[in-house]
């Protein structure tokens, strides 16, 4: 294999990657953008969301199904179940842990975040334990060669289903009257209630939204990544990188900034050399490069008073 | 004359700051009633204080017949959104637009309480022939309109929900003479033809006086002056304080 087409592998890896990333910055920025909140639990809703997926999952098709027509049904029946938990789940972490907070101290609602991440991740390790699982492939997993380079069935879903959802989540935002709201609450938020906009429903909206493409995320990942108590930690953390990238609060610049941060973390890592236990260096490395080069981000706005 | 606002004996503190004390007013439906009053007066604490955004300390406001706003009762008062859905639109002090939004999003969440899409069209066109230069921009970002012209697009949004009662926070504030005056004509016959009430607030007293068929002189959060527009103008204290004479 010559080096070009081993880069293009790597580049169709990170492209997976990236995507995943994209769909749970999409959540950081999004709730980031009204609220001006980092909410560090979103990566343990992902979590969630994998587990409520591989256990619908395995309820709907018995411990080793083949492959097969049930399978992929039943997949994305378990997508839809787990996407609609974690919408719930978001919402009601926004109620109780943040919306009391809201008029609080900055800092109070970020610990509130961080103190709702180790109940989720500690009450899943109590309920499943903290051995990691396999989630079975739904599809026959031989690759498909296109030339020298090869990417596999899920791979492609990987990517077929975060594109979905970035085009339905962008209809949403530019074409629906609840999605304007949304932006319109993002941009100022005592304006959009002298319109008659309900605010406390719009964060729902926006927690519920994001939760559920975390969800989404968290199954495609569970592909290659198993599914364990503190799985949403590193991922999580590295959509947030992902969302500052592409310039936080920006829904664009999440979608970007995840698939950026995915290509560079495939790319980077063998092409400097890093062995494979040291490649999340790779996503700071690129934040801290970005923090300095570019503070706002990609497609981030000069909003200097709200860092 | 029907009262539509009644404003009974509000009061309203930030921390240990008296902001507005024991301010009491009445607007008639169908009148352009003035606010005037110096920077820091609390023109704009009063305005917030009716559409709900800053909790009263004493009093309460009442609007076309319900208690909206409410001292110590505030599990009876209105949130600002609800208060919006009552009917009263605010236009608020620098405008407030949605800048990342175009002239038309803009107006589409003016009329964020209008269900019926057919009716939301209509009234689009109607701002549009009455504010031809929005018409014109239509599709571009807000924040790319001059002062002026994001100052109609702040007037014509708060239309689109067919207020009852339209407050104006210094309209005028920052603007070129002209396009003060243009702005004000136009306020003039959005009282008259579509008979919604004007309650406004400024800082050019002739400007807003001239317009007025009643007026109240605000200071440091006090009224101390009301009248017709008219005889508020040939005022000794206000030619005086206000209008420079």
Redesign the interface.
Known sequence: MDTLTLYMQYIVNGLTLGAIYSLIALGYTMVYGILKFINFAHGDILMVGAFVGLLVYTALTGEAADPGVWTIIAFFIAMLISMGFSALLGVLIERVAYKPLRNANRLAPLLSAIGVSFILSNGAAWIFGTQSRRFPYPFANDPIRIGAIAITPHQIVIIAVSVIMMILLTFFVNKTRMGKAMRAASLDQATSMLMGINVNRVISLTFAIGSALAAVGGILASFDFRVYPSMGTMTGLKAFVAAVIGGIGNIQGAMLGGVLLGILEAVGAPLLHIPNSMRDTVAFAVLIIVLLVKPDGILGKNEREKV | MAQILNIDNISVSYGSIRALSDVSMNVNEGDIVSLIGANGAGKSTLLNAI?G?VPLKGGSITFAGEKICQAKHHMHSL????I??RGI??V?EGR?V????TVE?NL???A??VRDQALIEKRKQEMYDFFPILGARRKQKTRSLSGGEQQMMAIA?ALM?APRLLLLDEPGLGLAPLIVQDIFSKIKIINEENKVTVFLVEQNARLALKSSSYGYVLENGKIVLQDEGMALLDNDMVKKAYLGA
């Open positions: 559409v955004l949130s600002t959104d609800l919006a859905r639109a605010l608020p407030h949605f800048a990342d939004m999003e589409d969440m003016g964020f309480t949004r929900s």
